[in-house]
C-alpha cells in the first residue's frame, strides 16, 4: 500500500498551551534517580537487535498512522519507517508531517475523528489530553525506558508516553582549558559542591581564562536556571507540587527556602566570574558558544543542543562535557552530582478514536522506533542527543550529547520537569525577565523573590 505525506494546513481549532523550556526545549525528578511514584521497570532492557521484540501481536493488516512535531526530520521518520514496515508485515503507517500550527493541527485531526495512532508531543498537551490516550503502564517496553526518564510521562502514577530524547542541562566545559587550571586531567566528578566549583573558577581564573559564562537571555535564565529551584532538590514529584502549591497560596515565599538560596548563591557565584559581566545581558548564544570552543572561558550555562552553535567552531581533537550545577555544599547531596535531564517530547497512543488492533501496532511502532538498533543509529546521528533506552549504544557525534548518554548509563540523572504540570508555559518568559534583572544588578534577592512569589500568586494550583 503506497504511503502518502501530509502536510497539515489547518486554521480555527482550539489549542492548548504549550510548554516551553529552552529556545528549543521545554522538559526532571526524582530525589536521586527516579520518583518515588513514577513506575519502576522491573524487567530485564532486551538487548539492541535489527528488529525489537513486539509489544503484542497486531492484526495481519493495519493501518496507522503517525503524526509528530518534530520538525526538520521528516526525511528520517519516513526512512524509519519504511524500515518498520519492512520488518512488520502487515502494519502500513501514514506519515503525518506538522506544520507551523502544530497544535491546532493535532486538535483538527481529533476534531475530524482523525486521531493520529501514535503522536509524538510536547508532554503538556499530552497531559491535558490524557482521556484520550492509551495507559503505557505495565506495557513490556518500558523495561528498556529508563526510569529517571518517566516523570514527564507520568499522571497520577501512569504512563502515557515514552519520551522521544533526553538533553542534559548544566555546565558545560572545554577540558583543555579544565585541564590546564587543574593541571592535570579534569574530572567533573570532582565538583560536588559550591566550594569544589569555586575553587575551579579560581584556578581557571589564575590561567588567564573566564571561569564561566551566562547567556542572558530569558529562556535559559527563567527556564533552566530558575526552574531548578523547583526541582530534585526540593524531593520527589508531590513534594515538588505541593512545594509550588504552597507558594501559590502565599503559605510559602521564595526567600525562605534553602533550596531557591542555594541556588541563588549559585547563580551569584557564575555572575562574580562571568564572561560576560560587562554586558551580562547581551544575550547572543553565538557569541557565547564561540568562547567556549575557542577557550576564552572555561565554562558556559546551557544544555547539551549547544552542540549546534559550536560544532563548526571547535578545533580537531578538542574535547568538552557536561557537568551538574552545584546547589549547597554538602557533598552527599546527589542532587548537586546528578544531571538535570530535559525530556521534552514523548509518544503516544490514542485510544478514542483507534482500534485495538491499531493501538496493538502503535506499540509496535514505538518499540521499535525506541528500542531498535537502526531507529537509534539514525536518531543518535540526526539529532546529536542521548536517547533515554536502556540498549542505546549508538554513536553520538555530539560530545556533549554523549556527557548526557552517560549519565543516562550511569543512573545519574534527574527530571527536570517532573510532571508536564508543573511549570506554567510562560514562566520562562515572565520570570525569565526577574532572572534577567537580578543578573544585571538592577534587582536584589529580596526583590527577584518577591516578584517570583507574585508570579505564582496569579496561577491555579498544579495538579499531580
Known amino acids: 500500500m503506497k504511503k502518502r505525506v501530509i502536510s497539515l494546513i489547518m486554521t480555527g481549532v482550539m489549542g492548548v498551551a ?5 529556545g528549543n526545549a521545554s522538559t526532571s525528578a526524582p530525589a536521586a534517580t527516579t520518583d518515588e511514584n513514577a513506575p519502576a521497570a522491573t524487567q530485564e532492557a532486551p538487548a539492541a537487535t535489527e528488529e525489537a521484540p513486539a509489544a503484542e501481536a497486531a492484526a495481519t493488516e493495519v493501518n496507522i498512522s503517525f503524526y509528530t512535531t518534530e520538525t526538520g526530520k521528516d526525511d528520517m521518520y519516513q526512512e524509519l519507517i519504511s524500515d518498520f514496515e519492512s520488518k512488520n508485515p502487515g502494519i502500513t503507517v501514514e506519515y503525518i508531517a506538522a506544520g507551523d500550527d502544530q497544535l491546532q493541527q493535532w486538535m483538527a485531526l481529533y476534531a475530524s475523528n ?5 503522536s509524538l508531543m510536547d508532554p503538556i498537551n499530552i497531559w491535558e489530553n490524557q482521556e484520550r490516550m492509551r495507559p503505557l503502564t505495565g506495557e513490556p517496553m518500558l523495561s528498556n525506558v529508563d526510569e529517571a526518564s518517566l516523570g514527564t510521562m507520568t499522571f497520577n502514577g501512569t504512563v502515557y508516553a515514552v519520551p522521544m530524547s533526553a538533553a542534559g542541562i548544566g555546565l558545560l566545559y572545554n577540558k583543555a582549558v579544565c585541564d590546564a587550571a587543574v593541571g592535570g586531567d579534569f574530572d567533573p566528578s570532582t565538583i560536588k559542591t559550591r566550594s569544589d566549583l569555586k575553587d575551579l573558577f579560581d584556578k581557571i581564573e589564575a590561567t588567564g581564562v573566564a571561569a564561566t559564562c551566562i547567556t542572558g537571555v530569558n529562556w535559559s535564565l527563567g527556564s533552566h536556571f530558575l526552574c531548578q529551584t523547583y526541582g530534585a532538590a526540593i524531593g520527589d514529584t508531590k513534594t515538588r507540587v505541593d512545594y509550588i502549591n504552597s507558594i501559590i497560596s502565599g503559605e510559602t515565599k ?46 558556559w550555562m546551557m544544555g ?6 559550536m560544532a563548526d567552531l571547535v578545533e580537531d581533537g578538542a574535547e568538552f562535557g557536561l557537568m551538574p550545577i552545584p546547589h549547597s555544599d554538602d557533598a552527599s547531596d546527589v542532587t548537586n552530582q546528578y544531571l538535570q535531564t530535559s525530556y521534552a517530547k514523548g509518544y503516544c497512543i490514542d485510544a478514542s478514536q483507534n482500534t485495538e488492533e491499531q493501538q496493538l501496532a502503535g506499540l509496535k511502532f514505538i518499540e521499535y522506533i525506541t528500542s531498535d538498533s537502526h531507529s537509534q543509529e539514525a536518531q543518535a546521528k540526526r539529532a546529536g542527543q542521548a536517547l533515554p533506552f536502556k540498549n542505546f549504544s549508538a554513536t553520538i557525534d555530539s560530545p556533549l550529547g554523549n556527557s548526557t548518554a552517560s549519565y543516562i548509563a550511569q543512573g545519574h540523572t534527574l527530571d527536570f520537569y517532573g510532571t508536564p504540570s508543573l511549570y506554567p508555559s510562560d514562566i520562562w518568559y515572565e520570570c525569565g525577565a526577574y532572572m534577567c534583572a537580578y543578573v544585571s544588578g538592577a534587582c536584589d534577592r529580596q526583590k527577584l523573590a518577591a516578584d517570583v512569589d507574585a508570579y505564582w500568586a496569579n496561577q491555579e494550583k498544579r495538579e499531580y
Do not use: H, R, S
Open 18 to 22: 504549550l510548554l516551553t523550556g529552552c
Open 114 to 118: 482523525e486521531g493520529p495512532t501514535v
Open 254 to 299: 521564595e526567600i525562605d527556602n534553602d533550596v531557591f538560596n542555594g541556588f541563588m548563591d549559585t547563580l551569584d557565584l557564575l555572575i562574580q566570574y562571568n564572561y560576560n559581566k560587562n554586558d551580562p545581558l547581551v544575550g547572543d548564544v553565538n557569541l557565547d558558544a564561540m568562547a567556549l570552543a575557542e577557550g576564552k572561558c572555561g565554562t
Open 304 to 309: 547539551d543542543w549547544a552542540w549546534t552553535y
